[in-house]
């Protein structure tokens, strides 16, 4: 009889402890989602951006980290008088290194190479006049107009670059997390003057252990 009691007494503890040795052992890697907001530098574009991420635990210390971004963007360029937009798919495949962790939460630093798609919609042509005495114009506002303004096909290119990213970590609970993230991303552009396109973000995610 004694028996039986001390198992329907300490059954529950030790299916608990169970359960969450389990848990500890087997919640080794998760997936994230989140939102970022974007900010492209050489153009001073701005806007924001979804990724998912998937997060293989390696070891202790490092992560192997594959992700998939979708953005958007707009700006003015032109002197400021003409908006163009910029819509991104990126797939980024990071390895990560976490110095410091505690309870489950953690800090963690990593980069790796990035494939970027661009779909730019800024003009492929426009002129611009700054003698209002030669086009016998009448001085307004601006100090000078742009004329014509030529929009055609956008610019599509896939280019390969490189991100560098920092993340925090907390624990909600022992399967869900959320995360703080700021990243920096440079890609080559393949046409223009300028030759790099520098891409700073910074935002939120929402993760699951499994």
């Known amino acids: ?8 007494l300490f059954y529950p503890f030790f299916v608990l402890l169970f359960q969450n040795v389990t848990a500890q052992t087997t919640t080794r890697n998760s997936v994230n989602v989140g939102l970022s907001y974007m900010h492209f530098r050489n153009d001073n574009f701005k806007g924001i951006s979804y990724y998912n991420e998937y997060n ?85 506002l601006f100090p000078y107009v742009l004329s014509p303004i030529i929009y055609t096909r956008p610019n599509n290119y896939l280019t390969i670059g490189y991100s560098v990213v920092a993340e925090a970590e907390f624990n909600l609970s022992t399967r869900w997390l959320i995360g703080i993230k700021a990243t920096y991303q440079s890609y080559r552009i393949p046409w223009g003057a300028v030759r790099k396109e520098l891409i700073y973000s910074v935002g939120i995610n929402l993760g699951y252990r499994f």
């Open 56 to 140: 293989r635990r390696l070891n202790d210390s490092f992560t192997l980290s594959p992700s998939m971004q979708v953005g958007f963007a707009t700006g003015k360029i032109a002197f400021g008088y003409v908006r163009s937009t910029v819509a991104t798919i990126a797939m980024d495949a990071n390895v990560f290194f976490s110095p410091i962790r505690a309870g489950g939460s953690k800090l963690r630093f990593g980069g790796g190479p990035s494939l970027r798609f661009f779909s730019d919609s800024r003009s492929e042509g426009y002129i611009v006049f700054r003698n209002y005495d030669d086009l016998n114009i009448k001085q307004g």
């Open 1 to 8: 009889m004694m028996n039986i009691i001390r198992v329907l």
